[in-house]
């Protein structure tokens, strides 16, 4: 009886999100009525008490505000401007330089915020602007730019290794460290496709100015505190001077203190960054709260201990199993944003994976990869719509042709760690051994 309830709940709640209910709200009706029919209603209140209590108090979840506020005190600080400068003068004079700058300038300004969004919309109208002006392809220009600030949620600091950190109970620390490697892998297979590309049809991306040693050599005086932040950050949680809440703390406060250096830090600013950060927050948060209730409801029906048994009774090879949860993202990802996807279905996926053997921060990257491609496939795209925002110039149906080759390259490369797991797992073995 409570399986068949289990999997009535799963329906409705398939349902509410093909009608485009938001998704906190579908899946908490789902889990509030599920649970008032298994444990009657005052139970389940005292369950929506408890798990918004723990989850609002609890200290790690401290740094997902404090992370994004961080990355939109970078966008609003323009030091997003100072990167692309940087990057753009010292590559931009190779073939296909401009998609290449952005690419690299993408991934870089990941590494500050954590948040895709935010590198897109700081990086859109400055390279777009740039790379329109030299003739490159809009195709080109658009999809390179939209796939290369999905990086950013695999270079930490990111936003969805804290959720799935904190959700899963694996080391945020080791998740931070495993997305090293992939992600700086990913950013040089993106860039070695567009030289080659633009190799083979120089039209598609002409070469740029050049300019002196000496204003290369400015630039990266320019971009120095970009990188004192970042080696603050990841040398701290390495040598455990701080934890990842605590880090996120210490950038906030760095990236503030530059900022007002620089005199880029004003009242304004500071208030619309805050609020754009507490908007999302919340979205998160309840995201959150909502998933620990469905999944509290999954546990009574154990829908989880059903699919499991049947995946061990069918005797498929637990790669098979692994290439099906992975198709399964594919699909997911073209129909719900990143973090929903990713909070939705680990109640189910979470504990197969672990029943298979497969490693829990291992399996943490190739999520994320899968919410990178997510994020640039229609309908939802949703990188792609931003793009098209800041850029109204360029359609979206050319934006989302454009990353049609980034999201083939994001996909070998899934089957590349998929491969070998040891590119994912060799960094944060060496560091936390």
Known sequence: MELTIGFIGCFFLVLFITAGVPLAFGIGLVAIIGNSILVGFTQTGIQ?????????????????????????????????????????????????????????????????????????????????????RYGYAEGLAAGSLASASTLAILIPPSVPFIVYGIWTDTSIGQLFMAGVVPGIILTLVFCAYVIVLCIWKPELGPVAARFALLDRLLSLVRLSPLMLVFTIMIVGLYQGWFTPAEGAAVGCTAVMLILLVMGRLNWASLAHSARASAQLSIMIFMIVITVQLFTRFLVLTDVPGYLIALIGDAGLNRYIVLLIIIIMYLILGMMLDSLGMMLLTLPFVFPIILHLGFDAVWFGVILTLMVEIGLLTPPVGMNCYILNKVSPETSLGTIFKGVLPFVFLTLAMVGVFVAFPDLVLWLPRQMFS
């Open 48 to 132: 929506i008490y408890q798990i918004t209590f723990q989850t609002t108090t609890e200290f790690v979840m401290t740094s997902i505000p404090l992370f994004i506020f961080m990355g939109q005190l970078v966008s609003e600080g323009r030091l997003g401007k100072d990167l692309y400068e940087c990057v753009y003068k010292w590559l931009g004079r190779i073939p296909g330089g401009l998609a290449v700058t952005s690419v690299v300038s993408c991934a870089s300004f990941g590494a500050l915020t954590g948040i895709s969004s935010a590198g897109i919309s700081t990086m859109g109208p400055i390279a777009m602007r740039e790379m329109r």
